[in-house]
């Protein structure tokens, strides 16, 4: 009777072996989010922010808070919240404020693992800019309409940007094109610079002549040439005190003799 206890006892345990215990708990799972966001924009431009969570869970939900010096002009003005059952990603449009600065965005994000919540929080920046307006005149000389003409702006021979516009016809337009300084892939020294306007199709005239023009602006401060207007206003005043001396009368030396 011993013996066949023992033999049960042992079979319990292997069994208690091979069943897991009820107790016991999953790996924790892991919960996250890329952001994704321009490092550079314009004043005053609109641009979407992406927040993409970790995919798998439910009742996702999305809470960002903009700060900075200056918001003036911005939108959204205060507190962005948007939330969702099972989408993952949020598109965050932004416009930026009226003045240059940067930007902050606190994002935090949170979505249902179960019973638990599971929370994720970032912050990224934005250099907002005053932009450099490169302005290109274009004319289509056609009686037709042409379509996905693109305008190309180099600065010193380097491509800065481009813009892809629609053209009526025979219509001139301008056409815009906000440079970001310092923006990639040029950032200018301060002085003299080449600007050469190229457009594809080779029917569109830059400037009224042909299908690109180069002009020439001047990027920074100008220099200061107030210190030859001070030069030369030194230089007036010496010669009309050496001219004045030399004309004036020599008196002899001593009292006159009828004096004496």
Known sequence: MRKIGIAVLLIVMAMGMLIPAAHASSPTS????????????????????????????????????FYGQNLTGMSPSGTY?????????????VKTPDTGGVLYLYIETWARDGSSVLKYTTTISIQVVQPYVLNAVINNPENVPID??????????TLVGSK????????????????????PPYHPADGEHT?????????????GSTDYATSTFYYGQPPNYDWIYYVVAVVAVVM?????????????????????
């Open 30 to 65: 892991i919960f996250t989010a890329s952001v994704t966001a321009p490092s550079y924009s314009a004043t005053n431009t609109s641009i979407t922010v992406w927040v993409n969570d970790s995919v798998g869970f439910r009742d996702y939900a999305l809470q960002v808070i």
């Open 81 to 93: 919240y948007n939330s969702s059952a099972n989408t993952s990603d949020f598109r965050i449009p």
């Open 148 to 157: 996905n003409v693109t305008v190309y702006f180099y600065v010193d021979n």
């Open 164 to 183: 892809v516009v629609n053209l009526s016809p025979d219509s001139t337009t301008t056409v815009r094109y906000d440079w970001i300084i310092p923006y």
């Open 195 to 207: 600007l050469r306007v190229v457009v594809s199709s080779p029917t569109v005239k830059v400037d």
């Open 240 to 260: 009309i005190v050496v001219a004045t001396s030399r004309r004036r009368p020599q008196t002899p030396g001593g009292r006159p003799k009828w004096k004496r």
